[in-house]
């Protein structure tokens, strides 16, 4: 069975400042973990992806994300936000075993001021 | 060059009508999916076929019926619509491989609305 939690239904941030949105995962298999983003009216767009190999994962659009096992976390952090990252993110996981089944958590709409 | 593709983007329909969404993916991938996002933005897989072969079918009622007529396209056909039916519905798909999960791509959605 897998679950993720993502920690916060909104986060509120001025242009310029650091991102962080919080990401926690249950797997009975070591997974492979995922941030995808979804513009207003929009289909989803993979920001990055961990599948085993370096913990600290670079996605697109200055994104980043670090695998913590013994946390069993994965938060999405970007240093200086921008105004087009108002957006909703999701945390996704999936076993590695079988990776085509994602489970994604509720979403954190992130809202941009100027 | 959209790689992922559903017809149509918004759906208006009346109770108890039978409708259509189609998918079509244009990047060679193996793998196709149908996913429901409701008004919460939460978003659960539904269905999953691999060279059309039916491989997830999650808990989704019968008037749902998914149909690979090839790998590129993976259609949803839905029966005596219900207001719960009400949701906006992705498509995606993703190349199939051994070695653990791949990025899934996805359509720009089809809004449908129950009336």
């Known amino acids: 069975a897998q679950s993720v939690t993502q920690l916060d239904s909104h986060v509120s941030v001025s242009e310029g400042t650091p991102v962080l949105l919080r990401c926690n995962y249950s797997s009975s298999y070591s997974p492979s973990l995922f941030w995808y983003v979804q513009h207003p009216n929009k289909g989803l767009q993979l920001l990055l992806k961990?599948?085993?190999?370096?913990?600290l994962v670079k996605g697109i659009n200055g994104f980043e994300a670090e695998f913590k096992k013994s946390e069993t976390s994965f938060h999405l952090t970007k240093p200086s936000a921008h105004m087009s990252d108002a957006a909703e993110y999701f945390c996704?996981?999936?076993?590695?075993?079988?990776?085509?089944?994602?489970?994604f958590g509720g979403g954190t709409r992130v809202l941009v001021k100027p | 060059d959209t790689a992922v593709s559903q017809t149509p983007k918004y759906l208006v329909t009346q109770m108890g009508n039978d409708k259509s969404i189609k998918c079509e993916q244009n990047?060679?991938?193996?793998?196709m999916y149908w996913y429901k996002q409701d008004s919460k933005k939460f978003l659960k897989i539904m269905f999953s076929y691999n060279n059309k072969e039916l491989i997830i079918n999650e808990t989704v009622p019968n008037r749902f019926s998914p149909k690979s007529p090839d790998k590129a396209h993976l259609n949803l056909h839905i029966n005596s619509l219900e207001l719960g039916d009400s949701a906006v519905y992705f498509c995606?798909?993703?190349?199939?491989?051994?070695?653990?999960?791949?990025?899934?791509?996805f359509g720009p959605g089809t809004r449908l609305t129950v009336l």
């Open positions: 996704v996981v999936t076993p590695s075993a079988a990776g085509n089944k994602l489970t």
């Open positions: 995606a798909s993703s190349q199939d491989t051994v070695q653990g999960a791949n990025e899934q791509f």
């Open positions: 961990y599948t085993s190999a370096a913990t």
């Open positions: 990047l060679g991938h193996d793998t």
